[in-house]
């Protein structure tokens, strides 16, 4: 893939680019939202991994810049990380769509291939959401009584898919087949009251329900 | 050692001279009479309203009416106060604010012992006869002063005269003093520089006057001793509890910056360092390495624990943003009403971020409620948090719920921490702070 990282600690930017280079990425770095916007703008990449605190104010640069780029380049994907879940964050993030955006806890780079496989997800219009994310998200999920409706095993399924998880992936975190998975999964829906349309169609809104109810 | 006198007499004759037309005096003579109208008005409020109040006490009216006067008193002191550091450039510092008590009786209470208006009160009283006699004298001096000195001019265009009989028989036209008649040049010279030491003594009498109400407003107006104090130990303390404030933030930073941006670098070194090894090394190695990368993993999740216990990072966005962070991360449902139209003090919005954290953390833990409700209303200067639950209720101090911590934590800066929680329920806990510590 074709990388670009915007983070101003020094030592985290050339340690990703180096970890990424390594892996046989392409990757460029820069260390504010300015001369992201400039790189972006000259030579779009697959995907842009943006600390959401950048100079000068380290408030949501960013994030501002990061919904600015997906504006005027609707094929970036943008993965999005900072030191702490921050669900305003979140909110902003999402609400333009959740295709091609992640957000990650920046610890996550020291697991690199599901970091990667996060960006990769990302850059190929997926979602790929932090755990610890989720996992903020769903204790303020339960209010609403349509989730309240799930079985725990469901919310667990939701929360892997809202992470941008495939079938597969969470049939092997659970350690369940793919089929019993697809099962959660249409019960879901039921719950959720989401029609047989279009399956993936509804995973997307599975997701943003669960996401924006709380 | 001669001229040293002649000057120094020069300068004091000089300034006697001048004392007439400084700034000064102007202001003193502004204030006494500004002042007099005022003592009147606190002489009439004090008499009025104690005199209301003792006919009014057989009735349930008489108590309350002064416990409402004796605070009120403070406001005509602020007037005085006001009056003095604009044309005295005294500056008094005003007594701690009054502190009315949460329902009526304790409003009374507190009204009927409010010691600084107890001393506007005084004050009001014993200022009056110097205030009015101040005034008759300032305008005795001024008022006689100015006419006596001008006064043959005034003779010369014939007014202002008496008469009296001349001893050859006419009538003389004249100032009559005790039966004498200042009508001829040497007397009317005498008239006028009488006039003119009433004029220079003018200034010296309006101090006079006003030295001794400057002394009533400092020794009454201001906080007294004890309370003096207290505001200095408030002061201080808010200030203490800023700097803390400060400083945690500061360490939050740096770890933040520094060693948690560290931490991450090295668990990608570590990664990096075994995808190299990978396959040419044992993997008793490989193994160290992991277990070494794992560890840098836990290290970085713990610091991000001890750095949210410290300042918690989301608080930046505003007290209403965190709780609304809390809420969201409670493991039970939680309603949340949120009024802050006026920002709290970095101290102040922690303190009830963790009120709120450890409050909605024993409500899951403790209470077996199913809903909860979190209310945040910051106005008039004061923060209300209120955290209520459908739980069994029976919490207190003493319950290990940590609710004792939370409430000494609160008095640090003034705040009250109500427990409501009878035997089977329901629980609301009341926190009220000021906004600034």
Redesign the interface.
């Known amino acids: 893939m074709r990388l670009i990282i915007a983070e101003d600690?020094a030592?985290?930017r050339d340690?990703?680019a180096?970890?990424l280079t390594?892996r046989g990425h392409e990757v460029a770095a820069v260390g504010d939202a300015a001369a992201l916007r400039a790189a972006v703008g000259e030579d779009p990449p697959d995907a842009a991994i943006v600390d959401i605190r950048l100079p000068p104010t380290h408030?949501d640069e960013g994030l501002r810049a990061s919904v600015e780029l997906r504006r005027r380049f609707p094929g970036l994907g943008v993965l999005l990380f900072s030191?702490?879940v921050?669900?305003?964050f979140v909110d902003q993030l999402l609400a333009e769509g959740s295709a091609g955006v992640g957000y990650l806890l920046?610890?996550r780079?020291?697991?690199?291939d599901d970091f990667i496989d996060a960006l990769q997800r990302v850059a190929s219009g997926g979602t790929a959401l932090d755990p610890e994310v989720v996992?903020?998200?769903m204790?303020?999920g339960?209010?609403t009584k349509e989730l309240g409706a799930l079985t725990p095993r469901e919310r667990e399924v939701l929360g892997l898919m809202a992470q941008g998880r495939t079938n597969a992936a969470i049939a092997k975190q659970f350690v369940v087949t793919e089929r019993a998975v697809e099962k959660h999964i249409a019960n879901i829906f039921t719950k959720l009251g989401l029609t047989a349309s279009d399956t993936d169609h509804r995973r997307v809104l599975a997701v943003l329900r669960y996401l924006e109810r709380? | 050692m001669q001229n040293a006198r002649v000057s120094s007499v020069l300068v004091t004759g000089g300034r006697i001279l001048r004392a007439p037309v400084t700034r000064r005096t102007w202001a003193e003579l502004a204030y006494v009479i500004a002042g007099a109208p005022l003592a009147l008005l606190g002489a009439v409020y004090v008499v009025v309203s104690f005199l209301l109040s003792a006919g009014l006490a057989v009735t349930a009216l008489g108590i309350p009416l002064l416990a409402v006067a004796i605070p009120g008193a403070r406001g005509l002191g602020r007037v005085r106060r006001g009056l003095a550091r604009v044309l005295l450039e005294e500056t008094i510092v005003a007594p701690a604010p009054f502190r009315p008590g949460r329902d009526v009786f304790a409003r009374i209470r507190a009204g009927l012992r409010d010691l600084a208006g107890w001393r506007a009160v005084a004050y009001l009283v014993v200022s009056l006869p110097g205030s009015l006699l101040g005034l008759a004298m300032v305008l005795a001096f001024w008022a006689w002063g100015v006419i006596a000195f001008t006064y043959p001019i005034q003779h010369a265009l014939g007014i202002n005269q008496m008469t009296a009989p001349g001893r050859a028989g006419g009538i003389r036209h004249g100032l009559v003093v005790g039966g004498v008649v200042f009508d001829t040049w040497p007397r009317l010279l005498v008239v006028c520089a009488a006039g003119a030491v009433l004029v220079l003594s003018a200034p010296w009498v309006v101090r006079t006057a006003v030295l001794l109400d400057r002394l009533l407003v400092r020794g009454l107006l201001g906080p007294d001793g004890t309370s003096a104090r207290i505001t200095e130990l408030r002061r201080t303390r808010a200030h203490a509890v800023d700097e803390a404030a400060a400083t945690l933030r500061r360490i939050e930073r740096d770890l933040h910056d520094g060693v948690q941006a560290r931490l991450v670098a090295l668990g990608m070194n570590l990664t990096m360092a075994i995808e190299t090894l990978d396959g040419r090394t044992s993997g008793a190695t490989r193994g160290m390495l992991v277990t070494a990368r794992d560890n840098a993993k836990e290290a970085i999740s713990e610091l991000r624990d001890v750095v949210r216990g410290i300042h918690p990072p989301v608080l930046d966005a505003g007290l209403d943003a965190a709780i609304a962070t809390l809420a969201a991360r409670s493991a039970i449902p939680v309603d949340l009403r949120t009024e802050i139209t006026e920002r709290p003090s970095a101290a102040i919005e922690t303190i009830a971020y963790f009120c709120a954290a450890e409050l909605l953390t024993n409500v899951a833990k403790h209470s077996g409620a199913d809903r909860a409700t979190v209310e945040v209303t910051a106005r008039g200067g004061r923060i209300r948090l209120r955290v209520a639950d459908n739980g069994r209720g029976g919490a207190g101090p003493t319950g290990g719920t940590g609710l004792r911590g939370l409430a000494d934590r609160v008095a640090t800066v003034d705040g009250t921490l109500d427990t409501d929680s009878p035997p089977a329920g329901p629980t609301v806990i009341t926190v009220d702070l000021p906004l600034h510590a």
Do not use: M, S, W
Request: avoid cysteine; hydrophobic fraction near 40%.
């Open positions: 600690a030592i985290l340690g990703l180096q970890l390594l408030t030191q702490y921050e669900t305003r920046k610890e780079v020291v697991d690199i996992t903020q998200l204790g303020a339960r209010r709380r």
